[in-house]
């Protein structure tokens, strides 16, 4: 697994948790810098202030182009990892987007349902497809 893999995944989690918990994205950063067992990577930071700072943005896409779902709706593990995503396509130039679609696509297989992987697939061509008109 590359670096940047381990470091999607650690983001993941920290939105997850953020999210699960009811916490502050912030709070659960900082909880977990400073556990020895938990070791930050810097990509996943950048991730997490990326869609942190674009969060409203990111979550209007995401509803406007997932057809017959609200972000409520949505799994957990998906609305992250579709965060994550749509911030990588739209936002992180040092990214291709194709990498971003098949992360996101393969956490999605070892963390989330067996629709998951299809769904988030999808939903991040979509963004993909339209990325033209959105930046």
């Known amino acids: 697994?590359?670096?940047?893999?381990?470091?999607?995944?650690?983001?993941?989690?920290?939105?997850?948790e953020a999210g699960q918990?009811?916490?502050?994205?912030d709070e659960?950063?900082?909880?977990?810098?400073n556990d020895p067992a938990y070791p930050m990577k810097p990509y996943a930071v950048e991730i997490v202030d990326g869609v942190k700072a674009r969060r409203e943005e990111i979550d209007?896409?995401?509803s406007t182009y997932a057809q017959g779902w609200?972000?409520?709706?949505?799994?957990?593990?998906?609305?992250?990892l579709l965060e994550i995503g749509t911030w990588e396509i739209l936002f992180n130039d040092d990214i291709p987007d194709a990498a971003a679609i098949d992360e996101a696509v393969s956490l999605a297989r070892q963390f989330?349902?067996?629709?998951?992987?299809?769904?988030?697939?999808?939903?991040?061509?979509?963004?993909?497809?339209?990325?033209?008109?959105l930046t």
Not at 28 to 33: D, I, L, Q, Y
Request: hydrophobic letters at 45%; zero cysteines.
């Open 112 to 133: 989330s349902t067996d629709d998951s992987p299809g769904f988030v697939s999808g939903l991040l061509s979509r963004i993909l497809d339209v990325k033209p008109t």
């Open 21 to 25: 918990r009811g916490l502050d994205i």
């Open 28 to 33: 659960v950063v900082a909880m977990r810098s």
């Open 60 to 62: 209007e896409i995401i």
């Open 70 to 80: 609200t972000i409520d709706r949505m799994p957990a593990v998906d609305r992250a």
């Open 1 to 16: 697994m590359s670096a940047r893999s381990r470091a999607r995944r650690r983001a993941l989690e920290l939105l997850f």
